[in-house]
């Protein structure tokens, strides 16, 4: 399965970005999609999920209320739209996918995904 991540882009604070991940297979149907990102010299940390499943979503406190993760399972694409974008959010965005459904309380972890996207660039300008 490949994953394929676009829309990253230069912005200024406060502006808007939308994310777009689409499966080379059909694994956002019943499996969960989720978001990632990392920092220059940080950890890789979650930022979204979907459980396209239940269709209940789960954002990490920085970015509750700004940005909102939804999925096309026609398309076989999750998307990440990113609103009142501040410099902190600058990152290399990383979409996840796997078979299957997952447990929720495993839904925040990269280790629970078993496929990745390349990653694509979001930068803020303050």
């Known amino acids: 399965v490949q994953l394929q991540a676009f829309g990253g882009g230069l912005v200024q604070a406060g502006g808007s970005l939308r994310l777009s991940c689409t499966a080379s297979?059909?694994?956002?149907?019943?499996?969960?999609g989720g978001w990632f990102r990392q920092a220059p010299g940080k950890e890789r940390e979650f930022v979204a999920a979907?459980?396209?499943?239940?269709?209940?979503?789960y954002y990490a406190d920085s970015v509750k209320g700004r940005f909102t993760i939804s999925r096309d399972k026609a398309k076989n694409t999750v998307y990440l739209q990113m609103n009142s974008l501040k410099a902190e959010d600058t990152a290399v965005y990383y979409c996840?996918?796997?078979?299957?459904?997952?447990?929720?309380?495993?839904?925040?972890?990269?280790?629970?995904?078993?496929?990745w996207g390349q990653g694509t660039l979001v930068t803020v300008s303050s």
């Open positions: 996840a996918g796997r078979n299957g459904r997952i447990i929720t309380s495993h839904i925040k972890r990269a280790g629970a995904y078993e496929f």
């Open positions: 297979e059909r694994i956002f149907v019943s499996g969960p």
């Open positions: 979907i459980d396209t499943w239940t269709g209940s979503t």
